[in-house]
């Protein structure tokens, strides 16, 4: 009975694993663009991830304090943990690329179960996680304040939001944890994540997730995550997460909120219900997510019908901008000295009477205005004005040039035929 049951075992897993594989192969021939937000873009109060990245140039933490307690049921079992949840997520080479690292640090109640119980208390890192997940598709959806003749095309839904947005994700599991929570050696994780954006306030995330492969701890999991938003502050969000194991299954339902601080900043708050095989418990968490923001948006040049327009001086910013090693050297690159300031002059009031009366007073604001100008600071849209006129006017001395050469090349030509 139990090698039928190892091959039972084994026999579902390769299926698994043929699964994501076919998952992993469909998904991997779509590719689409990623899609920076105004406002933090968290993970947390929940288990799952969202597919998309944070965005370029932006540094972004999220920290969860929990406190978890459970019956104490097997031989073995840690019925208590009180720790701190860390993540750490950016995007710096692609837009669509995000790279993470999540920690946890926590002490633990270890239990024996027999004829007594006896119990002691550790405490250490039970994960150290280094992963990267790159968006492969996401819907555009259509505008529907433009559908002013039609009252059903304007409240109607939009059939494109059945369509999720897509990433692959990647992790290692490294073994510098506690004793009690290594697997005696480093193990892959990965998944994919799925995000339906039903609505604008209503969201609906799917991870699938294959973690410590190759391993004896290895486990399939899913989770699902509904969130609704109210009036762009608030948020709440019911989650369900089961995790197949090769011992039991473990399964949690958790509800909790989110409170927008302000664009940079998040507080959020949950609960869960724990049903892990024949133990019950339950699960707190209180969280603060905190970004710093350095991201700059790409501009666009449009054309009357509002299509963009290609190989102008903005679109050749663009592309410099974009290139892989520039944005790779821009990591290390403290300051950017093109960006010229000049130094603030002090001046000492005059309680003479202006000499040039009623005109003198026009001179006199128009002066101080000229002065304001010099002592502010160029901004990164007046750079790319002041680079733009440079490119233009660099354009049309090599047309000078060019010009000239030709009418040099003409009389030329008439000298030889005279």
Do not use: C
């Amino acid at each position: 009975m139990l090698d039928q049951k190892k091959k039972l075992f084994s026999l579902s897993i390769n299926l698994k694993r043929f699964a994501l594989f076919i998952v992993f192969f469909l998904v991997g021939s779509i590719s689409f663009f990623a899609q920076y937000t105004d406002v933090i873009n968290s993970n947390k109060p929940g288990f799952s991830e969202s597919p998309y990245s944070v965005g370029t140039n932006v540094y972004q933490f999220e920290s969860n304090l929990f406190f978890r307690n459970i019956s104490t049921e097997p031989t073995f079992s840690i019925p208590q943990s009180l720790g701190l949840d860390l993540l750490f997520r950016t995007s710096f080479l692609f837009e669509k690329l995000e790279l993470s690292a999540q920690f946890a640090y926590q002490r633990d109640k270890v239990a024996f179960k027999n004829i007594f119980t006896s119990q002691y208390f550790a405490s250490g890192f039970s994960k150290m996680t280094f992963g990267a997940k790159y968006l492969l598709y996401q819907e555009d959806f259509d505008d529907k304040t433009k559908q002013i003749r039609s009252f059903r095309k304007r409240h109607g839904f939009d059939k494109k939001r059945l369509i999720p947005a897509v990433a692959v994700y990647l992790g290692m599991n490294t073994d510098l944890v506690g004793e009690i929570h290594k697997k005696g050696r480093m193990t892959p994780k990965v998944g994919v994540l799925l995000q339906h954006n039903l609505t604008k306030n209503f969201n609906l995330i799917t991870n699938i997730f294959y973690d410590n492969i190759s391993s004896d701890f290895s486990e399939f999991s899913y989770i699902i995550t509904a969130t609704q938003s109210f009036g762009g502050q608030w948020s709440v969000f019911f989650e369900n997460q089961t995790i197949l194991q090769k011992k039991q299954n473990n399964t949690n339902l958790a509800l909790g909120f989110a409170y927008l601080f302000s664009k940079d900043l998040q507080f959020n708050s949950s609960g869960r219900l724990l049903f892990e095989g024949k133990a019950q418990g339950f699960y707190a968490g209180l969280g603060v997510s905190y970004r710093i923001n350095n991201h700059e948006d790409a501009y666009k040049e449009l054309d009357e019908n509002g299509e963009e327009l290609k190989d102008t001086p903005i679109s050749k910013y663009n592309k410099k901008q974009n290139n892989f090693f520039n944005r790779l050297f821009n990591v290390f690159k403290k300051k950017d000295k093109s960006i010229r300031t000049r130094p603030k002059r002090t001046r000492k009031r005059k309680t003479k009477r202006n000499k040039g009366g009623f005109f003198g007073l026009f001179k006199k604001k128009e002066k101080e205005d000229a002065d304001k100008d010099e002592d502010r600071e160029e901004t990164g849209l007046e750079k790319l004005e002041r680079e733009i006129k440079e490119i233009e006017e660099e354009i049309e001395r090599e047309n000078k040039v060019e010009k000239e050469m030709k009418k040099k090349n003409r009389k030329n030509k008439k000298k030889d035929t005279n």
